[in-house]
């Protein structure tokens, strides 16, 4: 399908959302020629590889959705309230074959080189295979959390059971039946997984570091009538989560916490939790902003988890947080904690007992020897920068970007990187992305990589790049942005790097909320793209 000695006018790597909608745009509406380059066999992105039992998206189906085309919102009916992984890849296929996408998708390639020739200006790109392509444009779309974290336990390579990451789970069905399994994390995840399991197996142990706040999802079936109002009022749904700070079907509450006495305050309390989602998050105004406000949220939450743990001692570790609430994404479970009554699962607390290595059947640790069958690591990502860093990026005066961001990422809007021209990152750091309901944010990031790339071609212009003053203030901004909220309470969270061994510690993604960060954008494009260098 794909000649390796043509020349593109735009490689796109990664086939998520992000990709396929990038390569939509600067296909069909630019008339480019464009190739996408995808590491899978099919097309889902983070939808592809997240296949774990249970996973499942926490933004609501209708809001998870593109919006750019009333034709697809139009033709898909989505079935549950949260779509499933299987639902949100179907979808995601019937966008590709809609907009006719696969034609110009090269699957089963993984990028480890993409070097700029400024002689030629443009970027070579090299695949594990021996592939090469070329193009004056590559945009980097390879989804916020698609590099798996995998944690060093001395000796794993002589464990002889299966192991699993839920980041980057098989097709096949995986039996755990009759079988003992064990966990490692208790993030979103393994959250969702671990109910599913625990239905199965003969035996579960979680090892669990940090317990997580989770939020009941009260998923349910989607009544026919309920998905055609969607399909209907999609106008007036999208002002709503343009409007809203993290791109979501729904506004933050108008009254804090604090404002709100007893007893009015636990019974709007006790309403929110019963709807459950991520919309208990902001049913209150400052949550994630006022230490007072959250405090009482965090303890109406713990006290609401612990009472659906029968053991006392379970439902102690369990609801040792060491973070406010919401200041790491909050999980949605389905009996989650309900899920440690059973008298197949328990759970070991890896501080009391840390595991001091693999053997041959399982792992030890400081006090027990555990016999596995199937060892499942939900232990997250090298979230945001991970999966940029492996493409092997180099940019204008030969420099890899991973020496780049040695200290951090350094971008502008989160899209741009100084010394990269013509290179531009989706959803990258310092943009909303994660703490927004993605396909929004996503959206908004190809069409603004859209226009760029136009305003190029439009004028015979050769590249577009970050201003490197301009990026460094755009960085600093964002730290200082983040320091006002609870965000960075969180010392051990995936936001700020901690979960990865020496990554630097800053809050990767922009926290100004979904609205500032498109007004930045939208400043910048009146300004005659301000902060950017156009040569
Ligand atoms: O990963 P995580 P995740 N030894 O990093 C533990 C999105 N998501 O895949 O907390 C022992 O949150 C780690 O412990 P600790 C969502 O944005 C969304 O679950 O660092 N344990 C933690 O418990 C989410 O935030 C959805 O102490 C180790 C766990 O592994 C993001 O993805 C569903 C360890 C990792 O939790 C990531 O979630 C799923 C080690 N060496 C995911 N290393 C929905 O849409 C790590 N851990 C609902």
């Known amino acids: 399908m794909t000649d390796p000695v043509s020349n593109y006018d735009a490689i796109i790597v990664g086939a998520g959302f992000a990709g396929l909608y990038q390569l939509h745009r600067l296909r069909d509406k630019l008339k480019l020629k464009c190739l996408l380059i995808e590491a899978g066999d099919g097309v889902g992105g983070t939808w592809y590889w997240n296949r774990y039992p249970g996973a499942r998206c926490d933004s609501p189906s209708h809001a998870y959705s593109y919006y750019f085309s009333e034709d697809l919102i139009k033709k898909w009916t989505w079935t549950e309230r949260y779509p499933g992984q299987p639902e949100i890849e179907a979808y995601l296929n019937f966008v590709a074959d809609e907009l006719d ?81 064990g966990v490692i994390g208790t993030g979103a995840s393994a959250i969702q997984a671990i109910p599913l399991i625990a239905e199965q197996a003969k035996r579960l142990t979680v090892f669990q570091r ?15 009538k309920v998905s055609k109002k969607y399909k209907e009022e999609w106008r007036s749904t999208l002002e709503i989560m343009q409007t809203s700070r993290n791109g979501l079907p729904w506004l933050e509450g108008d009254k804090s916490l604090q404002e709100i006495s007893e007893p009015t305050r636990t019974k709007l309390l006790e309403d929110a939790w019963q709807k459950g989602g991520l919309a208990f998050r902001e049913a209150f105004k400052g949550t994630l902003r006022d230490r007072k406000s959250n405090n009482i949220m965090s303890t109406f939450v713990k006290n609401k988890i612990a009472e ?25 479970d389905t009996n989650y904690f309900e899920t440690f009554n059973k008298e197949n699962v328990s759970l070991v607390d890896l501080n009391e007992q840390p595991i001091k290595h693999a053997t041959l059947n399982g792992l030890e640790t400081k006090s027990e020897i555990f016999n596995l069958d199937v060892l499942v690591l939900a232990t997250g990502f090298d979230a945001m920068t991970g999966a940029i860093e492996k493409l092997g990026v180099i940019g204008r005066f030969g420099t890899s970007i991973n020496d780049f961001w040695r200290d951090g990422p350094k971008t502008y809007l989160g899209v741009h990187v100084p ?43 050769s590249y577009i790049e970050a201003d490197p003053s301009a990026s460094d203030e755009w960085s600093k901004d964002n730290q200082n942005l983040a320091n006002e909220t609870l965000f960075v309470d969180a010392k051990h969270s995936w936001y700020l790097g901690a979960n990865i061994p020496g990554k630097p510690r800053l809050f990767y993604p922009y926290a100004g909320g979904f609205p500032k960060y498109k007004a930045a954008c939208n400043e910048a494009k009146l300004q005659g793209f301000d902060g950017l260098i156009l040569g």
């Open 308 to 332: 659906k743990i029968e053991n006392p001692e379970v439902a102690k570790l369990l609801t040792d947080f060491d973070h406010p609430f919401a200041s790491k994404r909050p999980p949605l």
């Open 101 to 181: 996408l696969r034609t110009d998708i090269c699957f089963g390639q993984t990028v480890n080189r993409c070097k700029y020739t400024k002689d030629q200006n443009s970027w070579h790109v090299t695949t594990a295979d021996g592939s090469a392509f070329s193009a004056k444009y590559l945009i980097a779309a390879v989804g916020c959390l698609s590099m798996s974290n995998k944690p060093v336990i001395k000796g794993i390579e002589t464990y002889t059971g299966s192991i699993f990451h839920t980041g980057n789970w098989p097709k096949e069905d995986i039996n755990f039946s009759g079988k003992s399994v």
């Open 419 to 461: 010394n990269f021209p013509n290179f531009f990152v989706l959803a990258g750091p310092g943009s909303p992305s994660v703490l927004t309901n993605m396909p929004r944010s996503i959206e908004f990031n190809v069409e603004w990589v859209g226009d760029c790339i136009d305003h190029l071609e439009k004028n015979g212009l």
């Open 210 to 224: 940090t317990p997580n706040y989770s939020v009941p999802a009260c998923n349910y079936k989607l009544p026919g």
